[in-house]
């Protein structure tokens, strides 16, 4: 069975989930390119596996499957132009944050895993550990997919999280 497959045949999971895979403004995604997929799929991919990784570590798999899918809901197109397709690197996850409150009512947990997500890249710091499940998750999902980025994120995070624990 293929991962969606997969990922839509888990009870639990879409039960938690259907309300923000259904809603109009979260189903435009559909519609965006993202990786070479569809920022939808890319959302469903990363909510999954976070979900599954709390659940195994006895975290909070709400919060991280919410926050999850929701970490790149903005409806800004890829852009080819270097220097705004730099900008939104930096900037989405805010605007990601204020959609999922807008749209999801998020609660503060779920907002800072969202607006870290791209850590170390972002200034906002994971502060839960459903939140560092969660930016490694997109960062395995995106290298996966075959993200250009992807690679040199990773080893960044790396580098920034040695050096935090120690
Ligand atoms: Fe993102
Ligand atoms: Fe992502």
Not at 2 to 16: A, G, P, Q, T, V
Not at 30 to 38: A, E, L, N, P
Request: hydrophobic residues 45%; positive net charge.
């Amino acid at each position: 069975m293929n991962l969606m497959n997969k990922i839509y045949n888990d009870k639990e999971f879409m039960s938690i989930a259907t309300p923000i895979l259904t809603h109009k403004e979260f189903m435009k995604t559909k519609q965006i390119v993202h990786h070479g997929s569809t920022r939808y799929n890319h959302s469903l991919k990363v909510g999954y596996s976070s979900y599954k990784l709390s659940k195994l570590l006895g975290c909070d798999f709400t919060s991280a499957l919410r926050a999850g899918v929701l970490h790149d809901f903005f409806l800004v197109r890829d852009d080819k132009n270097i220097v705004s397709s730099a900008k939104m690197f930096i900037e989405h996850p805010t605007l990601a944050k204020e959609n999922a409150i807008n749209y999801f009512g998020v609660n503060e947990k779920e907002q800072n895993i969202i607006e870290s997500h791209m850590f170390p890249v972002s200034n906002v710091i994971p502060n839960s550990k459903e939140a560092w499940i969660v930016t490694f998750c997109d960062k395995i999902v995106a290298l996966f997919e075959g993200a250009t980025k992807a690679k040199a994120q990773i080893s960044l995070w790396m580098l920034f999280l040695v050096n935090f624990i120690r």
